[in-house]
């Protein structure tokens, strides 16, 4: 019964999983997109792009120009692009710089350029009107977006999605005033909540185009028109964040509306609506395939790694219970947070994608002091701090490589599932060839953490558990753990800087550290060793952070990015 069970459930999530990966690139069906193509700046940089374009567009099609935000990539607004090339429009959305799978360093005076290669390839194109352009910037993609518009006559529509139009000392020189000849429609999107720009300072922008007091600037409100090709408005939504206006379906709808009514001449192809939808069919994919990936696990170990009773790894510490454990953790985590970062810094001084080694200084500071806890309670049993650290490694060499092997192989498996849904339609998940050399330094980093905190969480707090629950407590034991430490280390920060845009980032650590619990658990569960859930875990979390870190060495950059 129980084969028959899992035979089931396999073949549901399977299905759950395959469906979803079909629908989510083929909705909508009107639609074609070419991956991966690239282009060269002026200063010889490569620039990653991915078209966007209408089955059966027009001879010649308005093209739109998507740039992201800083620790971002294209695939965050993926979402515009699909609804505007469903419209009619051609969209082209590409990695800036240093970022994403795009070469360079990053350099901001240098951002436009890339830009321009973009719209040199679309000016290759016999099917687009280049004279009627759009762009689109994000947070930090709005700053080189200032630049171009004003100086391209060829751009005709601009849409700011949370970052700033001219004003006082931000790029004055660049504000295109809506009374003059030049053509230039000018939307600004702004979340509620948006803590890398204020209304106050959007308003100062906008004042600035309309010739008028910044404090008789309404929000939501058309100034001029589309026919004047003056129209000029700031969108405020009252229930979004930064982070959140890369998704919102609210504002992806206001700028496609935007964009039309600044090109009445195209004929629209499809006028639905397919955000909510394509969310649906995400959370389907996503489901199914951890909901697979979880249940190959126990299978492919009984065939590669086929543990025997003495292949279960223990640390045996007499005299602790699970309560006392934890609420060491916790006192030890902090207390040596500081020490931990210190040895792990070079990461992030001496390295280039900063904010990758940030992510790996913030994991090991808690692991080093669960390092040193763990040493404290091995000298009560006898155990030597070799001991301790050699644990996971105990055994045959035979078996050691079994471990490594699947851990590999189920590594690729999750990485596949994550980035086919998550990852192509929402962050991206493939550093770019200039930051795949360094990705193995930041990987043996992760990894090594990752080892030091499951030798607590699983060799010593999951043993302990004999009962059927055991390993759900485990996973909510772990993630708890990982979440109070980085959540009060970020609010904290954000109290310090009376500012909480850092907090966006829990909406991308917090799912990260639950799947990392359940990993670490489930593979303790099946195999016996930790080594598998270490090696799985940190290939995910180490592909994503490098591809997120713009290529920058934190000594030599003059700024660091704090804006996505």
Known sequence: MMNKKR???LGFFTIMFVTGTILIFTTPQNIKITYGLTTQTEDGVTI???VFEPKGGAEKMKAVIIGHGGMATKEFLKGYAIELANAGFLVVNFDFRAHGQSGGELRFELLINDIKAIKQYLSSRADVDIHNLTYIGYSMGGYPGNQIVKNDTDFKCFIGIGTALPYGDYLPDYVVPANSSRKLNILMILARFDEAISLEELKEGMALRLGMMASEVDVNRLYGSFQAGNASMIYLDDNSDHLLLCWDEDFIRESRDWIINSFPDVEILDENFYANLRGVILLLQIIGGIGLFFLIIDP????????????????????????????????YSFLFGVPGAIIMSPLLIFLPLTIAGVMSVLLFSQAFGVLILLWRM??????????????????SKIQLLRQIGFGAILATILYLIIYVSFGLNYMGMVPGLSKIPWVPIYFAANLFTLLIFSSLAQFVVQS????????????VLTFGAI???LGSLITGFCIALGNYFVMIFLYIITPLSLLIAAVLVVSYQKTGNIIMGAIVSTLYITLLTCTLAPYMFILTSPVLIISM
């Open 464 to 475: 302990k558990f004999e009962e059927e629950r055991g390993p759900l407590k485990t996973i």
């Open 483 to 485: 979440m109070l430490y």
């Open 48 to 50: 990653v792009f991915n």
């Open 378 to 395: 091995g000298k009560k049993a006898n155990l030597t701090f070799k001991d301790i650290l050699k644990a996971p490694f105990r055994g």
């Open 300 to 331: 492919l170990s009984k065939f590669i790694v086929n543990p025997k009773e003495e292949d279960i790894h223990k640390i045996e510490l007499p005299g602790e219970t699970i309560n006392s454990i934890i609420k060491k953790t916790i006192v």
């Open 7 to 9: 035979l089931f459930l």
